[in-house]
Each structure stands twice: as C-alpha cells, then as structure tokens.
T-cell receptor, first 114, second 109 residues
C-alpha cells in the first residue's frame, strides 16, 4: 500500500489517560499535516511539518498536544491527560513541495474519550 | 466568520440529474482551491483542483470566481455513487488547507 497509513484506526481511552497516534506518509511527500474532525464539520488544521521541522501549530493545539516527526519520515501525535472534548477523528495528510498540489489523507484515528 | 462557508444541504437528487452548489471563502489572498469528497466515516479524498479558468473532469465541473470569492461544483448525470459530502477547500500561501463543513449530496434511484 503506497498511501498514507495511520495507526491505530480506533482508540477508546478513559479521561486523563495519554494516547499516541502514528502516521506514515507517502514516501516522497515532505509535508505532513495533522487535522482534527468532529461530526458535521470539516477537518481543522492542528499542525504542519516540512521534513522534520514543525513549522506551524494551530491555537487549537493546547499544551496537552505534542507532535513529532523524527527524521522527516513518520509522525506521532500525543495527547496527554485526555478530555472528553478531545473525542474526534484525527487525520494525517501529506503532500509534496508544490503549493498547488492537494493533500492526501490517511484513514484517520477515531478517538473516543470516556 | 468562518474562512470557508458552504450550504450543508442535503441536496437530494434523482439519478441522472444535475446538481450544483457553491462555497464562499473570506481570504482574498487564497491561492489554491480544491474540492474533496468524503464518504461517511471515511477520510477526505481529493476530487479535483479548481483553476481560475474553470475545469472539468468527466461529469464534474468546477468554477472559481475570484472577484466574488466563490467556488462552485457541478455534477452532471448524477450516479448513486456520487452520494457523499463534498468539502470546499482553500489554500493560502502558507500551505495550510481551510475546509468548509461540507455539502451533503444524496442521489436516489
């Protein structure tokens, strides 16, 4: 499979626990994005990497959220001390350097915080 | 005000019909425009880019009006498989995508 992959696909956790999601990009894509999507809304931008550098973080990304992309390959998104409001689909998308190109999304990780 | 606004629909159309819908965007400096398709509980998938001159891809036609800051999508000869949520997407010069909340289209037999 040469598309974007995400793991796990589903995660149920109790409030206050930490969770970590992984995204593996399309191999030649140097840009990697994390988005969050809730029911009835479009995806909302969380953060963006170009290679290993994290270039931008949304103000939606509280200090409980951290993302990394070591070596410019896969990326992880960690949420500490989860809250019920964190329940959402977390989507990873990747793209090449050309600004006019669209982004290609992984299947997402659906997080439910109980 | 949201960066990208769409009529949520739903647009319920019979097979073979033509359906069209718009979205508006607030950032006049936006540079790239796209339509994505999202099926229920699936990830968004790039449907087509939208160019200033308008462009067509099979039964799908996209138009961009920079002066009025709106984008349109027209689907001709609708198929049952066209039932989905269509996301209007705008890209500024910072590589971030801004998504509308989506327009739901349901094609009935």
């Amino acid at each position: 499979d040469t598309g974007v992959s995400q793991d796990p696909r589903h995660k149920i956790t109790k409030r206050g626990q930490n969770v970590t999601f992984r995204c593996d990009p399309i191999s030649e894509h140097n840009r990697l994005y994390w988005y969050r999507q809730t029911l009835g809304q479009g995806p909302e931008f969380l953060t963006y990497f170009q290679n290993e550098a994290q270039l931008e973080k949304s103000r939606l990304l509280s200090d409980r959220f951290s993302a990394e992309r070591p070596k410019g390959s896969f990326s992880t998104l960690e949420i500490q001390r989860t809250e019920q409001g964190d329940s959402a689909m977390y989507l990873c998308a990747t793209a090449t350097g050309a600004s006019v190109s669209g982004q290609y999304f992984g299947p997402g990780t659906r997080l439910t915080v109980t | 005000r949201k960066e990208v606004e769409q009529d949520p629909g739903p647009f319920n159309v019979p097979e073979g019909a033509t359906v069209a819908f718009n979205c508006t965007y607030s950032n006049s400096a936006s540079q790239s425009f796209f339509w994505y398709r999202q099926d229920c509980r699936k990830e968004p998938k790039l449907l087509m880019s939208v160019y200033s001159s308008g462009n067509e891809d099979g039964r799908f036609t996209a138009q961009l009006n920079r002066a009025s800051q709106y984008i349109s999508l027209l689907i001709r000869d609708s198929k049952l498989s066209d039932s989905a949520t269509y996301l209007c997407v705008v890209n500024g010069n910072d590589y971030k995508l801004s998504f509308g909340a989506g327009t739901t289209v349901t094609v009935r037999a």
